[in-house]
Structures are given as C-alpha cells and as structure tokens.
C-alpha cells in the first residue's frame, strides 16, 4: 500500500478527497454518493440489518455497516427547502407536482372523472400594515420611483416607524387557523347558496383542497389553493350538477369576507385579524385547451412553491433560537434554580440579531417575534421558536383527506421500486412477504459528509443539472 504525502496540499478538502479516492473500498463510498443525487446533508447511520426465512430460519441476506468504508450508511436528509438541499427539494416538488396534478386529472388511484368536477384556483393574501415599496402597474411607487424587479427595497415600508410590525407577525403566526376558519365559512357559505342545511350539504358534496404557501416581499405569508367539489365519497363521485363553478366562486368570496380571529393582549391590545381584499379565484381549465390556468400550469406553480422558505422574503431559513437552552436563556437545575445558558449569554438567541444578515425591515419583524414571544398570552405560539419564519408557523403544503394521493404513498411506491431494483441487481430471489422477515437496527451517528465527500457530491449534484438542462432544452 502506498501511503501518499499530501503536507504539500493547501486545501484540507482537497486532501481529505485524496484520501478518500485512494481509499480500497472507494467505489463502494462513490456508489454511496452518487445514489443520494448530491443531497447536500445526507444523514449518516449506523446498525445492521437481516433477513430470515421464518419457516427454516435460514438468513437470506445480513448488512451491516460495518463494512462501509466510512462505517455508516448514508441515506438522503429529505429537506424540502431549496435553499437547504436542492437535491432533495427538486424530489420533493416533484411528490408535489404529481399530487396536485392527480387530484386534477386523475391517476395515482385518483380516477379520471374528477377532471369534470368544479374546481378554481385561489389565493388569499395578507391585509395591508403600512404602505410599502411596491411596482404598481402603469404608474410609479408611492416613493414616486419606479423600481426594478430586484430592488432590495421592494416590499419594505415607506415608514418603517409607523408600520405595523406587531400586526404582521400576528397575522403570520395566525395564518394557519385564518386557512382552518376560511374552510369552515366555505362550506357554510356553499350550504346557503345551494338552500340546503349544512347536514344536507354534507350528504351531497365534499369540499377538496390542497393549499401551498408563499411568501411575498414584505414578509407575510399568502395561500394558493386549489379548491374542488366532490361528491359526498370525494374524489370518486361528481358533485350534484347545481354545485357549480359559479357557485364555488361565489361561496370563497363570501367565505374569506367572513374569517375573522381575534386577539386580546394587555400589551398589544385587541385585533381582529382576516385576510386582505386581495383574493383572486380562476377556473382552472383542462389541459390543451387554450386557457392560461390549466390543470398542469396549477400543478407546476404549486410544485415551484411548496419547496420555498421565508428565505425567499430574505430572511433566514434556520432557526434562530438557541438550542442548549431551547431559546430560554438559561437551564433550570434540579433544586428549580435557573442557571444563565452560556452558549447564548442568556438572550435565548444562537445568534444575536444585530449581527443577523438581513435586511432591516426582516430584522424588525424577527426582533417584533422575540418581543411578542416574551408575553404570556402568546407563549402557547412560540415566537421565538419561529422567528425566523417570522411568526408563520403552519406547514408550507396541505391537503385535504379526500383530494388525491399523499406524500407517504408516493414515497413508499418509489421505495418500493428501488428495493426491487437492488434486489434484481444484486441476483437475489424474490422474498415471500408471508415467510420473510428483516430484523433491523440503527442508530443516528450524524449528519453530513467529510470535505472531501462533500466535494463529490457537488459534482454528482453539478452533473445531474447539467443533464437536466440537457433534457429540458430538447437534448437526447
């Protein structure tokens, strides 16, 4: 065996990738890699697993990982931020795509009849809080500026001292029960245009939803959904002819007016929140047809959203608060005494938030977060937790139970075919589910990959874009 002198080699990545490629077993480490198509914080296991045949007690087949080169398992960190890991998010918009595409047009055990049930496309924006950098169509901001797209000002108030910043982290953090109370108003308001009591509704439609949120330029969060009517079973069965796309319209509208959820505080006063006048809803047409809203142009907007953060408002996509002290400043001992944490010098902040690279307008709503995060009538919405979401505190894509396929299913179909795949490749016999079973065992020993690896999977990420712009620009 050689042993290589790398003293020379300034960059300690460049070394470790050396090393690593004049490992015995590079290969296989290789092979890791390139199966995780460059996720960017793949999660490291450790532990073994074995297969037995139950009637004979036979093992059929025993892994451990103890005989990886790296002595773990590597297996993809599933984030769905872009921002974090655009492997894994491009996977997960891909889940996304085909999700709402089926709850559209069929398949993926949808049936394709419920391409004629009624269904728009909506989305519910924030209420104003202050006047702020904008592009009005035809004239110029309020500044009397016409801004370009990439305008760091857009989106920030003209007055940052009189902007509602208490309001807008409200909203924020309140967005999802104002989406749960919309759904509520919705099928009441549908009920009374239809005549029927809600109980009789209920025995004749289903509504169906699945939702993504985004985030605008001024930081507050706003809802796309597509909304359909099903009949009383769902996606199987067509909604009764006089539910009708004009009726659903006119039923969101009246649904959103109505939301309302109110706060009481002795340091903030009383608001009432709701969504903004804003709210647009199109009938999504069918695919082909010469409409600009059709059921894939839908799928693929959603698609594009649903693996976005609020670091697209330029804010941060991790959280802010301290983890040794969970954002509390200090650590309680045994006898109830509270101990200032020292990894935070007690602000309950990994990092204090002068020093946060953001813009100031972001700044003063995580700061706005913290503030109202120390108030006890707001304890039960973590504030501080989710500062750096600025107070929105909701999942980013929901659907509901009825609307197509999930997330889960689409997993375990994918999983399921890998698994053939490696069993095929590796000339294994088909196992019997009746008479076999796997033992397993594993333990998470970190996450990431050394420099040199890292620098690896950068280029198995840089080369699968490379043949997807290939692909998309009508390559072979």
Not at 138 to 162: I, Q, V
Not at 203 to 211: I, Y
Not at 302 to 320: H, I
């Amino acid at each position: 065996m050689v042993t290589l002198d790398l003293r020379h080699v300034a960059s300690p990545a460049v070394r470790d990738l050396l090393h690593l490629v004049n490992h015995p077993d590079f290969d296989r480490a290789q092979q890791q890699i390139e199966h995780l198509g460059g996720c960017t914080e793949p999660i490291r296991l450790t532990g073994r697993t074995t297969t037995v045949d139950t009637t004979t007690g036979e093992v059929l087949r025993s892994y451990t990982t103890e005989t990886e080169p790296t002595g773990s398992l590597l297996t993809a960190c599933g984030n769905r931020r872009a921002s974090r890991c655009p492997a894994c998010s491009r996977l997960y918009a891909a889940d996304t795509y085909h999700l709402i595409r089926a709850g559209l047009t069929g398949g993926k055990t949808v049936p394709d009849t419920v391409r004629t049930h009624p269904r728009v496309f909506a989305t519910l924006t924030a209420p104003s809080f202050g006047p702020v950098h904008n592009r009005p169509d035809a004239r110029p901001c309020r500044c009397r500026t016409r801004h370009e797209p990439t305008d760091p000002l857009l989106g920030t108030p003209l007055d940052p001292a009189t902007y509602d910043y208490t309001g807008a982290v409200l909203f924020n953090a309140h967005a999802g029960a104002l989406w749960a109370r919309f759904t509520t108003y919705l099928r009441r308001e549908l009920a009374v245009r239809l005549g029927l009591t809600q109980k009789a509704a209920r025995a004749v439609l289903r509504v169906s939803f699945a939702k993504v949120a985004e985030y605008q330029k001024r930081g507050l969060v706003h809802f796309h959904a597509v909304i359909r009517l099903d009949g009383p079973d769902g996606n199987t069965q067509p909604p009764p002819p006089y539910a009708t796309v004009a009726v659903l319209t006119d039923a969101i509208r009246a649904a959103a007016a109505r939301a309302r959820t109110s706060v009481v505080s002795d340091g903030v006063g009383e608001r009432e929140l709701g969504w903004g006048q804003q709210l647009d809803v199109r009938e999504i047409a069918a695919f082909g047809t010469d409409a600009e809203l059709t059921d894939q142009a839908v799928a693929s907007y959603v698609a594009k959203y649903a693996t976005k953060s609020a670091d697209a408002s330029g804010t941060l996509d991790r959280a802010l608060f301290c983890r040794p002290c969970q954002g509390r400043g200090a650590t309680v001992l045994p006898h109830g005494t509270p101990l200032p944490c020292t990894a935070c010098d007690g602000t309950g902040q990994a990092r204090p938030l002068p020093r946060l690279a953001v813009a100031r307008h972001v700044r003063q709503m995580i700061r706005t977060c913290w503030e109202l995060g120390r108030l006890p009538e707001f304890a039960d919405l973590k504030l501080w937790k989710w500062a750096h979401m600025l107070g929105f505190r909701g999942h980013f894509s929901t659907k509901s139970r009825s609307y197509s396929t999930t997330l889960g299913a689409l997993r375990n179909a994918r999983r399921a075919w890998r698994t053939e795949q490696a069993r095929a490749h590796a000339g294994l016999p088909e196992p019997d589910p009746t008479t076999t079973l796997v033992i397993g065992h594993w333990d998470y020993h970190g996450a990431g990959y050394s420099p040199g690896a890292n620098l690896l999977a950068a280029a198995v990420w840089h080369r699968s874009e490379l043949e997807r712009q290939f692909t998309a620009e009508g390559g072979c």
